[in-house]
């Protein structure tokens, strides 16, 4: 375990500190002070909600106020009562889900799908009666998806197309196109008119001026490759990305500048970041949920690590009560008519669908 910190301002222009993390073996090592740290309450495994059902699933949404977690399951969304972990019912008559996101009015869902492979839309559901009540069409596949409170407006990112789709949330109409320098991954917005999305392939995370309707700014985020998962903490302007290199890095929302950087996981999954509680949860896919807890912007302190279960590397956290929502299924080999590829992948198993919940 590395338990120094090293402040790198004169060693490089782009790196201003370096941040360390552990994560067991799998290292992804945190700054700890040299007084012992406070002793919070251990995190655990709650409960379990086994959903069934079959097909596979994308980011988790929740809305607090309601009790309701929103799971995107290929053809349909599947709304839980958070309160006992019972379905409470589905959003249908979707062909390909990719991503949901929630109006802060407590009215509709906005959810891409796509149809025939590469033509996409955003599908608009009532969510007092899990209807459909709109459809808008996209550039080609859309994945990642944000509502951006302060314009009312929908950002559809378009895999295919490596363009975001803005969308009025009041009219449902298409406000603009946005291009971008690279295919889009992971989206966020701060909640005050800056939209953020990783770049995966060149390394960089791309500011979107909302009012502007344009890039304002593409970073590099060196030594990151490959961004993926993506938190924010937009009262102390920082990102949080996971990277395929087994990185995490911390980035100024103001200036772009990576001011952490440490180990991080294989196969590390979503990553949120729970301001209220100062606390940064990470899953990984091989069923390990790592919990860090922020002592100031530079030094992080791992909490613990939470066993769940393999494949549990979707997440979502309900930030008031520092509760996180994973899912996962069992998985066997694909006996269907699919190609050499897809037939040794590891396919879910209908009916093991399930919600792992860890809090303390």
Known sequence: MINSFQNTQNLSSKILYSLVFTLGLSLF???LHAASPKVLPQFHVQDQWNLGGKGGWGFLVLDTPANRLYIPRTDRVMVVDTGTGKLLGEVGGMKNIREIALDDSGKYGYVTDLTDGSAGFVRVFDRSNLNVVASVPTGAVPNAIVFDPSSKSIFAFNSHSHT??????????LTATIPLAGRPGSAISDGAGAIFVTLPASGEIA???????KVSATWQLTPCTGPNGLAIDSVRHQLFTTCEDHKLVSVSTDSGEVVAVGDAPQNAGDIDFDAQHNLLFVADATGTLSIFRR??????????EVKTQPGARTMVVDHKIAKAYLVTSKFGQNTGTVSEELQYRPTPIPGTFSVIIVGR
Do not use: G
């Open 164 to 173: 975001a789709t803005m969308i009025d949330a009041t009219t449902n109409q």
């Open 29 to 31: 090592t945190s700054l």
């Open 295 to 304: 002592d100031s912007l530079l030094k992080y302190s791992r909490v613990q």
């Open 207 to 213: 500011r979107i001026d909302v009012a502007a309707k």
